[in-house]
């Protein structure tokens, strides 16, 4: 019932945008139907609701028992997918990488992340604590542990069309450490507006850890939001 109240407060706060968005367009003379933005709104209903709809037919026809286990059974194949990359693609060891933003908007400072990633006897956990203190501008990102998780695993099963994502992405890397006051784990009132150019700077500390420990085999960072 929560959930039904919050999608219809969802929806109306749409809407809403859409109107004032039609108003702002006439405002500079470009015509808008109110039809037009009707049928964009019912449009995105039904879009919406078609994988709840399937869900629900196949709780349906098969039972909640047989689908719950589908689905888990779904999470560990991935699961297990990730793990025999890490096994066959990352040797034992540590890899450490440094990726910077040239400053955070406000002042000159540059700001980094610095990752280390270990592998130990299939155990894998991840170090952020090396990363700059939090900055004054809006570059601070509040890392979720399943963003760096996620990374690593996608990348590690890319070439297998297989393989879903899924929460089995979140159970093979264990610990994720960070430190409070820092880029990555900032403390109120840190500023949060662009903390997307972080979020990229963690991405390429992934690749970079793992262009250390498979020797180049890897994607290449991202130029994208260096400031």
């Keep these: ?29 470009i015509e808008v139907l109110e039809s037009d933005l009707e049928a ?19 709780f349906q026809r098969f039972g909640t028992t047989t689908t719950l286990a589908a689905c888990d059974q779904l ?8 793990r025999q990359a890490f096994a066959s693609r990352i ?15 406000i002042t000159e400072q540059s700001y980094s992340v610095h990752l280390t990633m270990t592998k ?3 155990n894998v956990t ?12 809006a570059v601070n990102f509040i890392m979720h542990d399943s963003v760096p998780k996620f990374m690593y695993s996608l990348y590690l099963t890319a070439d297998d069309p297989t393989v879903l994502l899924n ?24 500023p949060l507006g662009m903390r997307s ?15 250390l420990a498979t020797e180049g085999q890897t994607s290449a960072a991202s130029p994208v939001y260096v400031i």
């Design 197 to 211: 150019n972080t979020l990229l700077r963690v991405n390429n500390c992934v690749f970079g850890t793992l262009a």
């Design 75 to 82: 999470v560990q194949q991935s699961a297990a997918a990730v």
């Design 120 to 122: 130990d006897n299939g």
């Design 91 to 105: 040797p034992d060891g540590s890899y450490s990488f440094r990726d910077y933003l040239d400053s955070d908007g």
């Design 1 to 29: 019932e929560a959930g039904k109240e919050y999608n219809e407060a969802m929806g109306r706060v749409t809407y809403e945008r859409q109107v004032a968005s039609v108003a702002k367009l006439k405002e500079l003379g």
């Design 167 to 190: 929460q089995g992405f979140m159970q093979v890397i264990g610990e994720v450490k960070t430190r409070q006051g820092s880029l990555v784990n900032p403390v109120f009132p840190a």
């Design 40 to 58: 964009r709104q019912a449009w995105a209903k039904q879009l919406a609701n078609i994988p709840k709809q399937r869900f629900e037919e196949i």
């Design 126 to 137: 991840l170090d952020f604590r090396g990363t700059d203190d939090q900055a004054r501008g």
